[in-house]
């Protein structure tokens, strides 16, 4: 990689992640050099989608079948959506929108087929495909800045996955000469990053260990008619107790013991999952199918930890962010799961947990402005390194 | 407009327009200045799309009801088309794909709505919208070139049409200082470029006049069974009478007498139309609906011209392109509704008839990759002149 050192710069990314509740935005300042670059979080918001978007977004994403008209339509809307919550963290930041380098906008997934599959109404397979909606070209109008977008498509052109994208980043700013490290992400689905102490690019891997809290927020909207979207700090599920049965059985998932690269989602433990394997069974206490939803996400973590990656390299800390890093009944469970390795929040690095993965995308939108590569092969499974996304200049 | 003299440089065309018939690809090499550049047309081809993939596009244009992953999985399919497309005509023109500087793709509309709408699926109304598919970095990378693609969407957030597109090609060149041009391009719907004797970028307008072949093929497709696609050099045409009375019903579609700017599509004069204004007469000769079909499109043009040109300036000569210049009962029929004007042919200006569209996006992409804007506002009704397109680097 270069390392020639770059002026400051001022960064934006946005995310709309797997549990459609609304639009990240982080505004960063961004200096140093590419290979080791160091990031400032100067403001971060999250802007709810309208509740009749959302739930159209849902319906689409769940496979409803809709004219083309309709996607076209929704793509145009949520830039517009995307847009304003850019303008609305450079408010917060006290920082005029034209000043941004550069926006990386994640989009809002609508598909994402990481493997061959039977195509729908043409004969024979599909190709690997994914499909990320909010028109970039509405955001860079709006803002009149450069924006990067779409940064899955020219990994799964290269044959990758397009996923997970943000072990690029936990590389570039948790790397360490002397420990081994592990980021966690616990989003809907939870994915580690392995960067091995004194790792280069190639030694990195990661994957996606399952669900991270996609299982539990669905229990949660579901137990109170829609009215509490995630299991606050994890306390309904420190009341209950594990079904050991119904766990073991969820732990024969296939998902599990296939080994990476693999990338999971909506597609697997969505709707059907839940139904299937938590709401088919009434007879249980509520807090009962928390706490195994949670002990299901420990467990799984900690079981790819053992099976994937410590035969491979030795770990030292276990660096977590997203949502369920806010959960310390999961924490707790985690550290306990895990006695040998220290268990620490992202945010002690620069990355405070919520706002991960949106700056992970504006320093993923940085690496493509200067023509770098945003992918890791090992981990994505692509035949090479590629420069992710596409420019609109505005 | 910068005038600085570029290295001469090669570049690739692709387009599949609203007659879905398959991919053009033409191959360019371009040299002189942004502001007068000099086209040579190295290679042309055209791909057909396998009837099964034809018909799936048509279905989902048409508004057929589909699976987010249906357009995931097409995007991508048509990428990989797209793609064999550019490889194809680089092959044909002896020239190594990587040699390349830019290929400029203007995918396949499924989708185009030029003002706002009621909306599919959500309240109120949606504003100006686009989508095309043939995902560009499926292209970037079966190419190893530079891809430009998704012009129409910057316009549009700007305010505009998002079409048409080729007036700026047309003006760079085919401006004259002494003569009037109308550059009148009949694909499946026709449009008219309109440059002024000396005329700058600000004077120049165009727009869609109507429907160009698209009337005609849907009727040929219809009567033959589908063993035909088109009235080939329109001898069918020239064997029937005009139906007076359905002509002058058909003149009255407000679309006709609508000022600019104005774009039309598959939305306005597709089967619906066919269907209700031809196919529901059914005591009608076959070639009297060809020939009046004819003079539907032969009249929409000079009566566009005398309504919406001619009071704004002269017109000296009329420089027809797109599959509709082979039709020489309708370039006839021109002539004689014209006796003022010369009609040409653009093959004369370096522009071969059917190349001609493929060849405007190589240059439109040219001109993004030197960050030159590709609009016209005048034509498209944009708020101002912006940069088209998205960048894809291999």
Known sequence: MKTKERRSRLAVGLISGTSMDGIDAALVRLSGSADRPRVRLLAFVTVPYPSEVRQRIMNVAAGVHIKAAGI?????????????????????????????????????TIYHQGA???????????????LQIAEPAVIAERTGAPVVADFRTADMAAGGQGAPLVPMVDYLLLRDSRKGTVALNIGGIANVTVIPAKGRPADV???DT?????VSDALMRHFTGGREQYDAGGRVAARGKVNEPMLADMLCHPFFSQPPPKSAGREQFGGD?????????????????????LELTAQTIVDALARFVSPETTINRLIVSGGG????????????????????????????????????FAILADRTMHGLPGNLPRVTGARRAVVLGKIVHP
Chains 1, 2 share one sequence.
């Open 325 to 360: 890093a806010h959960n310390r009944t999961l924490l707790k469970r985690l550290a306990e799961l895990l006695p040998g390795l220290t268990v620490e929040l992202s945010g002690r690095y620069g990355l405070p947990v919520d706002a991960k993965e949106a700056i992970a």
């Open 210 to 214: 399952g669900p991270g809290n996609i």
């Open 116 to 130: 061959p599959e039977p195509s729908v109404g043409l004969k024979g397979p599909a190709g690997p495909n994914t």
């Open 273 to 293: 999952f839940v139904q299937h394997c938590f709401l088919s069974r009434k007879k249980y206490r509520f807090e009962d199918l928390l706490r195994t939803s």
């Open 72 to 108: 076209s339509q929704l793509n145009f809307l949520l830039g517009e959506l995307f847009a304003n919550a850019a303008l609305r963290v450079c408010r917060a930041g006290h920082i005029a929108p034209g000043r941004v380098s550069v926006i990386g906008s994640h989009g809002q």
């Open 205 to 207: 891997f990661g994957f």
